[in-house]
């Protein structure tokens, strides 16, 4: 039997959401039949914030059996008064886009950066790789499933398997991004 963080006895709709999001994780993770040469998937789950109102969980999925391993994440962070998984502008102000990707800039230097840009040999597709990259970061940083949110710090989570094979991360200090987030969200308080 596989089974990640839940709440074991979910007593509110918001609890049983979290619970079925976590199942649904569960399902993406293969379960080796037991012949030569099949491999048990790598689950794993860190619990990064925790409330009676809000909970964000970090799901780290690395798949052994494929040529070039990457780990995949996903996070799930569900407002638990309000039964609903969170999206950016339940977290951020509209306008907080901009701001956060040019936060995290420096932290992304290997994916985006001098560093990439270095990195990249063919100048022809250099370009064009290095937009393709900018817009991943834009679009993850738009998108909560690839955030772990915490009292103290606020993760974005960048995976590029399908061209790169870079996991790039950046860490965000929340105090500082008090500022960018909706008035009254919990994790700021």
Wanted: charge should be negative.
């Amino acid at each position: 039997m596989i089974s990640g963080l839940r709440f074991a006895a979910p007593q509110s709709a918001g609890e049983r959401l979290f619970n079925s999001t976590v199942d649904g994780q569960l399902k993406n993770v293969h379960v080796s039949d037991g012949s030569q040469g099949d491999t048990t998937d790598d689950f794993s789950m860190t619990l990064s914030y925790a409330s009676p109102g809000l909970v964000s969980a970090q799901v780290v999925i690395s798949y052994p059996a494929s040529a070039h391993p990457v780990d995949y994440h996903e996070h799930i962070n569900v407002d638990l008064a309000a039964a609903r998984a969170l999206t950016f502008e339940n977290v951020f102000r509209r306008e907080a886009l901009d701001s956060l990707v040019a936060q995290c800039r420096p932290q992304l230097d290997d994916f985006i950066g001098e560093a990439a840009k270095a990195d990249l040999s063919d100048n022809d597709m250099r370009e064009t790789i290095l937009k393709d990259r900018e817009k991943l970061v834009r679009t993850s940083a738009g998108d909560m499933t690839r955030w772990s949110l915490g009292s103290r710090q606020m993760t974005l989570t960048i995976d590029d398997a399908a061209n790169s094979r870079i996991t790039s991360i950046c860490h965000l200090d929340t105090a500082r991004l008090k500022p960018l987030m909706q008035p009254g969200f919990e994790a700021a308080r």
